[in-house]
């Protein structure tokens, strides 16, 4: 096969024919994975309900959940720039299934606490932060690039559909079967994606200027590929804000349903069931689509709907609450238009050796920002009302969708050619079976 008619990675390397049954393989471990982890972890959210009763408890929980990846990312980013990126991924889905085995056996013996439950939350928190740096980063380097965008929106797409149903599914084993047989599907479930992970040929990409550097100082040298590009590094603090202010919201939609339209726990399961749809089909018709040539426009736009339509969600009279559920339907089509443009726009203007840290700093900023938000949030709506809050909270969103494409280096990243890797610095082995 000539160079021309051969099939390129989006990072500039020669792909096998089979290549869309490389991703196959890999994402159909991820998305078992991914479905089983779900389920665990609503189980664990219903156990301390049911057992605390205590808002605090789970208030830990949910920072437990976010901190440990807000944090480590970083370095997550590292070890994925210095390392065998499949098997930094392996080796995180493995530490993070033999937990839910360990926990599944102790209880079974009634051994359970909340303080095991907390080291299950906080280790699949640590496993993202090394899994998610490494996998955004092979990417590139197992796709073509006109279909880079969907595949880093298959991410968002699978994880949308596993937190409508699998929250279900592991209720029904829990209460039927019992809280350690959720544990120990969820361990089955990191086989599986071990096993699709180990099948696929993976190439390498090592940044040899890096091997030997001290942590910081890979830190550093990925922060200085990011921020080369001063128009990446506004649309991440960007959507960074943005994601502070948005934050709140999935932690208020059930009292704005019971507060303001004066709705049940059914009215509140409609929209999260209306909102995950959205994102559903939000997420399929980007894959569809393939978003354009304008990703850090389309940011722009989908901060726009999102900020107009949580302001209208504020202005609701009482007695329109199916209004309600609609436009909370049509924030989260835009919603699911962020994570896999904004990825793509990063891997596609950071060189490949020194993506994972770039990869691993956006996702520490982007995860400490939910923690963050959902405090002065919370602060901010128990202060002036639920229905005020989405008000200003859309006012936010708004004011961003307008700002945020304005600069000429965030407008420069829709014409910008992709990065190709430097040679001094990185190396490519043979793909990796």
Not at 7 to 16: E, I, Q, R, V, Y
Not at 197 to 206: E, F, G, H, R, W
Not at 335 to 356: D, M, S
Not at 423 to 429: D, E, L, S
Request: hydrophobic fraction near 55%; include cysteine; charged fraction near 10%.
């Amino acid at each position: 096969m000539t160079e021309s008619a051969m099939t390129l990675s989006a990072a500039g390397h020669p792909l096998p024919k089979r290549w869309l049954a490389v991703i196959a393989t890999i994402w159909i471990g991820q998305a078992v994975s991914m479905i089983t982890s779900y389920a665990a972890g609503y189980a664990v959210v219903w156990y301390i309900t049911e057992t605390t009763g205590s808002a605090l408890m789970l208030s830990a929980a949910a920072i437990c959940a976010y901190l440990p990846q807000g944090l480590l990312s970083p370095f997550g980013g590292v070890i994925a720039d210095k390392h065998n990126r499949k098997t930094v991924m392996i080796v995180a889905d493995l530490g993070v299934g033999l937990v839910s085995l360990g926990l599944g056996v102790a209880i079974l013996l009634g051994q359970v606490s909340f303080a095991l439950l907390m080291i299950l939350v906080v280790v699949r928190s640590i496993g993202q932060a090394f899994h998610g740096p490494a996998m955004m980063a092979a990417m590139p380097l197992l796709v073509p690039e006109k279909h880079l965008l969907r595949i880093n929106t298959l991410d968002q797409l699978l994880m949308s559909v596993a937190s409508i149903g699998a929250p279900a599914f592991g209720i029904f084993l829990y209460t039927t079967l019992g809280f350690h047989t959720v544990m120990f599907l969820d361990f089955f479930g990191a086989l599986a994606a071990v096993a699709g992970l180990a099948l696929a040929k993976i190439p390498t990409v090592i940044d040899k200027a890096a091997e030997n550097q001290h942590v910081l100082a890979n830190l550093r040298d990925g922060w200085r590929a990011l921020s080369a590009n001063r128009g990446l590094v506004i649309l991440i603090a960007g959507v960074t804000v943005g994601m502070v202010a948005f934050a709140p919201l999935g932690a208020i939609f059930p009292l704005m349903t019971f507060d303001h339209f004066g709705g049940d726990g059914y009215a509140a399961s409609l929209v999260e069931a209306a909102f995950g749809i959205g994102m559903v089909c939000g997420s399929i018709v980007l894959m569809a689509w393939g978003g354009g040539k304008r990703l850090a426009l389309l940011i722009g736009v989908a901060a726009l709907i999102v900020g107009a339509t949580t302001m209208a969600c504020g202005f609701l009279a009482p007695s329109m609450f199916w209004a309600f559920v609609a436009l909370c339907a049509v924030m989260a089509i835009a919603c699911a238009w962020f994570n896999g443009p904004l990825i793509t726009l990063i891997q596609r203007n950071v060189a490949e050796e020194k993506t994972g840290r770039a990869l691993g700093l956006s996702m520490a900023a982007m995860g400490l920002a939910s923690p963050i938000g959902i405090a002065l949030g919370g602060m901010l709506a128990e202060s002036i009302g639920v229905a005020p809050f989405f008000v200003v909270d859309g006012a936010i969103c708004l004011v961003l969708g307008l700002v945020v494409y304005l600069p000429k280096s965030v407008r420069a990243l829709d014409h910008a050619p992709a990065v190709q890797p430097e040679t001094a610095g990185g190396q490519t082995a043979e793909a990796e079976a």
